[in-house]
């Protein structure tokens, strides 16, 4: 059962990975390039700043049950 905990683990890590790393690189691409080449107004920058941030606070909140996972996994190891 510990492989099958240690597969969880690893898949939560990389889907924890990728939401970082997309929600910064989409930020990053409307911000920098596609809001200002379709001429959107400031206000939109805002709002693509509250979405990184939402999806900022979803990978914290999945960083928090991985490490719950991986001491719930280590203390069952111990035993």
Do not use: C
């Not at 900022?56 to 049950?65: D, R, S």
């Amino acid at each position: 059962m510990s492989k099958e905990q240690d597969q969880a683990i690893a898949a939560k890590g990389r889907h924890i990975a990728l939401v970082i790393a997309g929600t910064i690189l989409l930020w990053m691409a409307v911000s920098l390039f596609i809001g200002p080449m379709l001429g959107l107004p400031g206000r939109y920058a805002l709002l693509f700043d509250f979405a990184a941030l939402a999806g900022m606070i979803y990978a914290l909140v999945n960083i928090f049950q991985l490490w719950r996972m991986r001491r719930a996994n280590e203390e069952e190891n111990q035993r």
